[in-house]
């Protein structure tokens, strides 16, 4: 197992025992319980889609104001079982 896939096991797992993500929030009857990062209605798998398609950070930095450095980190670090595909 190379070391990413270690990581990835890791974070699936924390996920699994605390059914919660550093920096990321599933609230029902907001943003359909989509996880979202936190102090916002932005939902993680619309930031991964635009990074999918090319969007920089700096440009998400720039259209979304709200958002932190911290809160892309953690939406990239978000586990992908949990994502939107």
């Known amino acids: 197992m190379t070391r990413s896939e270690k990581a990835q096991l890791l974070l699936w797992v924390v996920y699994d025992l605390d059914d919660a993500f550093a920096g990321i929030e ?3 009857g ?3 319980g989509e996880p979202c990062i936190v ?9 991964e ?3 999918r398609l090319g969007t920089s ?7 979304y104001p709200t958002l932190r450095a911290e809160d892309l980190a953690n939406a990239w670090a978000y586990p ?3 994502r939107r595909d």
Do not use: F, K, M, Y
Request: glycine share 4%; hydrophobic share 45%.
């Open 30 to 32: 907001v943003c359909g």
């Open 39 to 47: 102090r916002t209605r932005i939902p993680v798998w619309v930031l």
């Open 26 to 28: 599933s609230i029902p």
């Open 80 to 82: 992908l079982t949990s």
């Open 57 to 63: 950070e700096a440009d998400l930095l720039r259209c």
């Open 49 to 51: 889609q635009a990074r």
